[in-house]
């Protein structure tokens, strides 16, 4: 389990993770890239997209509001 993000944190996170997103979509656009490699580069970059978003779901869920969840 990885330990719950701090207020600058969750910021740094959300920055990295819309940082990750603009890069895989550039690599996306390539075509110079061999198909294996690529694959590869997906496969690492959704993993960790996948990690960002769960610190981020974390840190929400931790610090959201009681009247937030009650309304959800």
Known sequence: MTEV??????EQT????????SRLAEIEKRTD???AHLASVRRS??????EY???IK???VKHAKPDTLASA
């Open 5 to 10: 993000l701090t207020a600058e944190g969750y």
């Open 14 to 21: 959300k920055e990295k993770l819309r940082d990750l997103q």
């Open 33 to 35: 890239l061999a198909p």
């Open 45 to 50: 970059y959704n993993s960790m997209i996948r």
């Open 53 to 55: 978003l769960q610190d």
């Open 58 to 60: 974390l840190y929400e």
